[in-house]
Structure formats: structure tokens, C-alpha cells
């Protein structure tokens, strides 16, 4: 017999109705551009590019291989602050009339509302791929599901591996390792947070050990042992700032995807028991992580780098798997029995393909920062076979002023970018830009996140729709 995780039933709006209300929500005025790269101290300011998104189909759920595009990452982002707006968010510092003003909007009932309304749908075209990539089968028991799992835990020892390759071979790996760095804050500075829907209620014997997880999250009452003070120390010590979403538009896709799959299972009760497989999967790999990590860390930064957030972790959390197994997981099929089963499997496996697609996305990202002189020089080959070629390619001439920022975002396809005059600033990630001037362009990798500044009184350049940029050599 073959068990799948019955379809959820919800209002679904039409294709015009969705895009109605996703522009709705995303123009509210702390989404739109702004005209720095960082969000300083302002944890309300979340750039969502809404002029992009009356062009983009959110009724058609995503296929794994198209969740690394724009279409994805807007859904995400929106995701996000929808998210987050049930989390009090403060800033580091005193409120000034400015953020005082955008807290009151992020925390507005219309913005919530706005909120719910596209959230069911998002949800479904950013996570639906997902019931397609597992299916269980057979016939679980309890015995059946405790062998399993205790076989599982702590076994994806290749964890961050890719990563840390990445890193350690990147041109650049201190600007590698901070761009990883920065994917976290998502979902290490508030994953607790979207812990807490599944703590109330009613669990019986669970409950003590639930809420334990989420207490240890916190540091059990002092501030200095929270998890996420612990990591904004690390970020301080590599020169990062620690303000919430300081650096929104340096998140990937892939990133946020892993830090809104928690997030999506918490907010759906329904989903319980599959956030239970999911959390066994995070709490099962987090020791071997953790001193992957500080390793990894360490020796990039020469020891000038405060791993102790990840060091606790390998000391002290190596036991969490089988905790979570033994006093979470075991004792709600007990009271619930068998049929809950599935769920739970099909929790872990999805967190495992989630946690492997974030992977990839930064894998692809650091790739692409490394080839940014490259890329610059490569621009002038497959221009010239462009011009010459004789197939028409779709190409947009685009004028802006001076300090016109684009907000990061990705393309479907190659694009070649073309100078016609004036100078452009190219931002392919953190501390990763080439200046272009005119007569001068680069080759955009689809799929890769990317943003640009003016910084001249105009600059005019074309954007060329080459599908596979390769095809030109």
C-alpha cells in the first residue's frame, strides 16, 4: 500500500485574483526598492521587487528543478515577512520615528491580512513539489519506525560537505564563508520561534520534552546562552553586522526555502507529525554539522572567529536525535498510533531534500561570485557571436539614473548584460562586483542572484535573453 499525504483543501484564488492580492500585499511601502544594499537596524524593510511580480504565475506549484529561480525566490521572501509578522521583531537600537512608522505597518492588520490571503497559495506553489519527491510505503509499525530511525540518526554525515568544499577551494574564502554565514539568520534566528505554534496544545507526555527544545533555544532564560545570541556573536567577529535581515538581499532562494519549510509546518497543524520526522532530521544532524562547521570556520579565519555557537553544539547536542526519538517522536505514535507513521518519515525525508537543494543553491552562488572577472571577460566573446548570429535574441534597452538599485534577483535563463553608456556598479553577492563602464558588460548566469547600482548621472544598457550562453562560443 502506498501512503501519501492527503491533498489539502483550501480556497484557492484564480490567477487574476492571486496576482491581485500578491500585489496588494507586496506594495506596501516597506517592501518596495530602496537605495542601500543593507536594511540597517530596520528588521520591517524587506525588498520584494513588486514591479516584478504582475508578470509572474504563482498558480502553478514549482517542479524541484525550478525551485532555485526568481519566481521561487519572490515566493519565499513574501513568505517570509508573511512568516514572521506573527514574531515580535525588534530593532537593536531606539526606535526613530522612521522605523517606529514601519513597525506599525509590518505589524498592521492590514498587512496580516493581506498576508493570510496569498499565504495558502504561496505555500502550495512553493512546497507542493515535495509531496511528489517522497512517497512511503509498506506497513509501519512502532518497532518498524524505532529501528529506522535510530539507523538514521546522526548517519548524513555528508552534511555540509559541499559547502565546505565550496568555501575552502572559492577564490576568495573568507568573503565565501561570510556570504554561508550570512544564508543563516532565516532560520537560526527565529526557527524557535516557528517551534513554538506546535508547543500549545495538548500533547500529553511530550509536552515537558517540546518545550524543553524550544526553552534550550532561548538559552533557558539567559540571554548571553540563546542560540541566536551565540551566532550574532560569530557574526560580529567576522567583521558582519547582527541585525535581523541586515542582509535581506544577499539571501538565497534555497536559503530561505529551508528556513520557511519550518515555518510552514509549525503555522499548519496539519501538519504536525511531518514536523516531527522533519525536526528529528535537524536535531539528528545538528552535532556533526555544528563541528563541521567550526572546523570549516577556524581555519578559514585563521582562529580570529567565535565558533562557540557551533562548538556547544557538537559538545552538547550529539544526543538530540535519539532524545527527540525517544521522548517526542516514539511517544505521540504511541498515543496516536500507526497511522501517523508516514508522516513522520515523510518529514525527514523532505527536511533531508530541502536542507540538500539550499545546499546547492549556495554551492552554484560561490561558483558564481568566483567567476565574476571571468564572466566580465567572456562578456566580449559571446557578444560579438550575438551581433553576428542569425537568430533573433530577445534583448531590453533599459536607461536609469544615478543610484537607481536594483533589488537582487535572478534570471530564468543567460542573459548577457551590455553597457551602452554610462557606468554600472554589478553585485553578484557579498563583497562580489565588477564595475562595468560602457562598451563594457558581463554574462549572468540564470538562476544566480545578482543586483546592480548605478553610478553614473545615467546609464544606458541592453539585456540580452541568450538561453544558454554557451551555445555562442
Not at 509499525?141 to 560537505?161: A, I, K, M, P, Q
Not at 538559552?219 to 558582519?240: F, I, K, P, Q
Not at 561558483?367 to 572577472?373: L, P, Q, R, T, V
Request: hydrophobic share 40%; net charge negative.
Amino acid at each position: 500500500m502506498t501512503y501519501r499525504s492527503p491533498a489539502d483543501e483550501q480556497h484557492r484564488l484564480s490567477g487574476a485574483e492571486l496576482r491581485a492580492a500578491v500585489l496588494a500585499f507586496a506594495t506596501n511601502p516597506i517592501y518596495l526598492d530602496g537605495e542601500h544594499w543593507e536594511n540597517d537596524d530596520n528588521p520591517y524593510r524587506r525588498q520584494l521587487r513588486p514591479q516584478d511580480l504582475r508578470y509572474l504565475d504563482f498558480t502553478t506549484p514549482l517542479r524541484r528543478d525550478q525551485v532555485l529561480r526568481h519566481a521561487s525566490l519572490a515566493a519565499q521572501r513574501m513568505l517570509t515577512c508573511i512568516y514572521e509578522a506573527d514574531l515580535v521583531l525588534l530593532p537593536q537600537s531606539e526606535l526613530t520615528p522612521g522605523t517606529y512608522e514601519d513597525f506599525r505597518s509590518f505589524y498592521s492588520s492590514d498587512n496580516r491580512a493581506r498576508g493570510e490571503a496569498i499565504r495558502p497559495a504561496l505555500e502550495a506553489y512553493a512546497f507542493a513539489f515535495l509531496e511528489d519527491e517522497v512517497i512511503i510505503s509498506g506497513a509501519w509499525n512502532t518497532e518498524s519506525l524505532e529501528v529506522f530511525l535510530r539507523e538514521l540518526d546522526g548517519h548524513d554525515r555528508n552534511v555540509l560537505l559541499a559547502t565546505e568544499k565550496a568555501i575552502r577551494h572559492s577564490d576568495d574564502p573568507r568573503r565565501a564563508a561570510r556570504m554561508w554565514l550570512i544564508q543563516r539568520p532565516p532560520g537560526l534566528l527565529s526557527m524557535a520561534s516557528a517551534m513554538l505554534g506546535t508547543v500549545l496544545g495538548t500533547l500529553g507526555e511530550p509536552d515537558p520534552e517540546w518545550s524543553e527544545i524550544v526553552i534550550g533555544r532561548y538559552g533557558h532564560g539567559m540571554h548571553d546562552a540563546a542560540h541566536r545570541t551565540r551566532y550574532e556573536h560569530t557574526l560580529a567577529s567576522v567583521g558582519l553586522r547582527q541585525g535581523l535581515h541586515h542582509y535581506w538581499q544577499y539571501y538565497l532562494p534555497g536559503s530561505l526555502l529551508m528556513s520557511n519549510y519550518f515555518h510552514y509546518l509549525g503555522r499548519n497543524h496539519e501538519l504536525f507529525f511531518r514536523y516531527l520526522g522533519a525536526l528529528f532530521h535537524a536535531e539528528s544532524t545538528l552535532a556533526d554539522f555544528s563541528a563541521r562547521a567550526a572546523a570549516l570556520l577556524t581555519d578559514v579565519f585563521d582562529g580570529a572567529v567565535d565558533v562557540k555557537c557551533f562548538t556547544e553544539h557538537a559538545a552538547t547536542e550529539a544526543g538530540n536525535g535519539r532524545t527527540v526519538l525517544e521522548n517526542l517522536v516514539l511517544p505521540v505514535v504511541q498515543r496516536c498510533g500507526p497511522a501517523v507513521i508516514p508522516e513522520i518519515l515523510r518529514g525527514y525525508q523532505q527536511a533531508q531534500i530541502v536542507a540538500e537543494l539550499a545546499e546547492e543553491d549556495f554551492v552554484a552562488q560561490i561558483s558564481w561570485m568566483d567567476e565574476g572577472k571571468a564572466n566580465k571577460r567572456l562578456y566580449e566573446r559571446v557578444y560579438r557571436a550575438v551581433l553576428e548570429a542569425k537568430v533573433d535574441v530577445p534583448v531590453v534597452r533599459i536607461a536609469e539614473p544615478y543610484g537607481e538599485l536594483s533589488t537582487t534577483h535572478s534570471h530564468q535563463g543567460d542573459q548577457l548584460c551590455h553597457i551602452v553608456s554610462g557606468t554600472m556598479r554589478f553585485v553578484s553577492g557579498f563583497q562580489s562586483q565588477q564595475v562595468l563602464e560602457a562598451g563594457e558588460g558581463i554574462i549572468i548566469w540564470r538562476n544566480r542572484l545578482h543586483g546592480a547600482i548605478i553610478e553614473s548621472d545615467e546609464c544606458v544598457y541592453e539585456l540580452h535573453s541568450v538561453g544558454d550562453y554557451r551555445t555562442f562560443l
